[in-house]
């Protein structure tokens, strides 16, 4: 399958020419391909299935936005965690990685595309407002035009064009190109949804519009394709885990897809998509079992069981904290709260992540935070 070809230009390098897209050519599933696609389509009903079960949903989907949000962040080169992320939002921010930033961007900008899918459709505009908000204010040494398409030639793995492992497609034919996928995420066709996923993501990632942040926006949009269509209820599903394992695969098999080389991306998509899927099955079943393990402790505590389970709700949705922390969810005051943390430290829910500290002293409901680390 024709997807585009490399050429010369006036300044000397050559650069990617995208074909009219989709290629008029009809993609042939192959038997493992229609196998991998039947396997992660019934992987995705279970999930779906399963995650309405869930007695805080939001908060377990929070809990993968932050981990997709370290992921996707971490291929690109970030050396802060999921763990960070959340100690950055409690405000406990001593000695946290200078890239910590990256991530909560990243963060803000899965929850602006969310919300706003329901007021614009998936678009180019929708896509430059979620990239001012991924690129505004990140770690980078040179200025990325958050928001703005690119008026310039860019390229990847370089030092000039010249030297590029890979360069996109001029402005004028970048304009062009989006034009096609902005048709073909809203065209109407018989392509099969998790194929078409695939098929853009690949595909914005050779047009690579923006100047910075191409790959996290591109890894977003698959999100955003599948929300929008309604695969899954709620966004649950999320790849970057899966792409950063298989990081190197991951790039191969984006650099053969400029080559025409579309259905092994496709089956490796899809392979990820059952995979992450059934990971998420197996920790929301977990996240159940804990819970109603924890809550059973709380039934010792007499009186105090209903503040502390105040507490424990909370947890799901920052599970690292502080006394003040906990002072602000229940309104106790300071000696009553360290009270309350003496409680659930001795029923085995929070756990001291700062031993021997006695002063600034973090928390952690560390039995859950293990559920969403590899």
Known sequence: ???????????????????????????????????????????????????????????????????????????????ATMIDAIRAETELTKDLPSDVNDILRYIDAMQYGLKNLERLPLSSRLLCEIH??????????????????????????????????????????????????????????????????????AQFEIIHPFLDGNGRTGRLLITFYLCQQKILERPVLYLSVYLKKHRKVYFDLLDAYHDGEVIPWINFFLTGIEEVANQAIKTAKEITQLRERDLAKLYTLGKRGKM???????????????????????????????????????????????????????????EYVKLFRE
């Open 308 to 366: 502390a389970e105040l507490v424990l709700k909370n947890l799901y949705k920052l599970p690292i904290i502080n006394v003040g922390k906990i002072e602000e969810w229940t309104g106790l005051s300071r000696p009553s709260a360290n009270k309350l943390v003496r409680d659930l430290m001795q029923l085995g829910i929070l756990y001291q992540s700062n031993e021997g500290v006695q002063y600034a002293r973090q928390f952690d409901y560390r």
């Open 132 to 201: 001012k908000v991924l690129m505004d204010g990140a770690k980078t040494d040179t200025y990325v035009a958050p928001g703005e398409l690119r008026t310039s030639q860019n390229w990847v793995n370089g030092a000039t064009p010249m030297t590029a492992k890979y360069v996109p497609p001029p402005v004028y034919e970048m304009h062009n190109a989006l034009s096609d996928f902005e048709k073909f995420i809203h065209i109407q066709s018989n392509m099969l949804h998790l194929i078409k996923a695939a098929m853009a993501h």
């Open 1 to 79: 399958m024709k997807i585009g070809t490399f050429v010369q230009q006036s300044e000397g390098f050559k650069a990617f020419i995208p074909e009219k897209f989709p290629p008029k050519e009809e993609i042939v599933l192959n038997l493992q391909t229609q196998q991998l696609h039947a396997q992660a389509t019934l992987a995705l009903g279970k999930l779906d299935g399963i995650t309405q079960l869930l007695p805080d949903l939001d908060f377990f989907i929070f809990m993968y936005v932050r981990k997709e949000a370290a992921y996707s962040s971490q291929i690109e080169g970030t050396k």
